[in-house]
């Protein structure tokens, strides 16, 4: 079993900048990538980026140039960072961490709200 626990998110003006964490626990070793994903109203839930346990990476078009995916090298964690600059008012959506894991199982978080509004 994993544990994803998200912070961050909240209102942000258009044209800033938002930094979004996770982290997990339990059998991280089982871990072979985590990302963010993102749902807004009406629509399906979609990849914005994610980062293997190897280190590559991997963006949606719409985020491509202006977000960054980052994974803290600290030993027995997995816990990545998400920095997305230039924010659009399309970016306003439910943000989920996801992890997957053997089999392909995804572990999700709770979700966090950000909004782009001025």
């Known amino acids: 079993q994993v544990q994803v626990v998200e912070s961050g998110g909240g209102l942000v003006q258009p044209g800033g900048s938002l930094r979004l964490s996770c982290a997990a626990s339990g059998n991280i070793f089982s871990i072979y990538n985590m990302g963010w994903y993102r749902q807004a109203p009406g629509k399906q839930r979609d990849l914005v980026a994610l980062i293997t346990s190897g280190g590559s990476t991997n963006y949606a078009e719409s985020v491509k140039g202006r977000s960054t995916i980052s994974r803290d090298n600290a030993k027995n964690t997995f816990t990545v960072h998400l920095l997305m600059n230039n924010m659009k008012p399309e970016d306003t959506a439910v943000y989920y961490c996801?992890?997957?894991?053997?089999?392909?199982?995804?572990?999700w978080g709770q979700g966090t709200q950000v909004t782009v509004s001025s």
């Open positions: 996801g992890a997957t894991a053997t089999l392909g199982r995804i572990f």
